[in-house]
């Protein structure tokens, strides 16, 4: 099984090699594009700017219920407290009484509490669905960016193919034209330098 794998293998890659003899092939590293683009940085920065406000809300909306958990707790430790330090004066149907409203609050406390925390999940749910399409809208356009780019070097440099350089084993020299395409892609008006390659 194995060597018929390799033979339909090294068939398709002799066919594909033969038939991209007849054609002009340049390479791109895509995912440098990508990082280096001009406006990667501006879009988060405006990513970040859109999205603090909510993010800094939903952290208080955090510490609120970490604050009402813990004055639920102490609410119910010191009834609890009172209840042990007034038993030896009770009779046992008042402390049954006490100890059944004890009970009560802390189950309306905790149903409280569980209502808040879901509401609160929700919300960053729902934040995080937000950022996330968001973030695929800027991934959209970067990449819309480095297509087009790469289509108007591919056309002046008459390449016929232009491939991702992950997928090349092996490249004559001259033939990646990501600095090309780098170049190409259009600077926004407060652009960060890109790195280097």
Do not use: C, W
Not at 79 to 90: F, I, N, Q, R, T
Request: glycine share 2%; proline share 3%; aromatic share 4%.
């Amino acid at each position: 099984m194995n060597k018929i794998v390799q033979l339909a293998t090294l068939s398709l890659a002799l066919s594909s090699s033969i038939a991209m003899a007849e054609e002009n092939i340049a390479f791109i590293n895509v995912d440098y594009l990508y990082v280096n683009h001009p406006a990667r940085m501006v879009e988060l920065k405006k990513l970040d700017a859109e999205f603090k406000e909510p993010a800094d809300k939903l952290k208080a909306e955090e510490k609120k219920l970490a604050d009402k958990k813990d004055a639920l707790e102490k609410e119910i430790e010191d009834k609890v407290k009172k209840l042990e330090k007034e038993a030896p004066k009770l009779r046992s149907a008042d402390i049954k009484k006490r100890q059944d409203e004890i009970t009560k609050l802390a189950e309306k406390s905790d149903a409280e509490f569980k209502k808040l925390v879901s509401e609160h999940q929700k919300n960053v749910a729902d934040f995080q669905a937000q950022g996330q399409k968001r973030e695929n809208e800027i991934n959209q356009k970067l990449l819309a960016d480095i297509q087009s780019a790469t289509n108007s070097i591919a056309k002046a440099k008459n390449y016929t193919i232009v491939l991702d350089g992950k997928t090349a084993i092996y490249a004559i020299e001259g033939k990646d034209i990501t600095e090309d395409v780098l170049k190409a892609i259009p600077e926004p008006k407060t652009a960060e330098k890109p790195a280097t390659k």
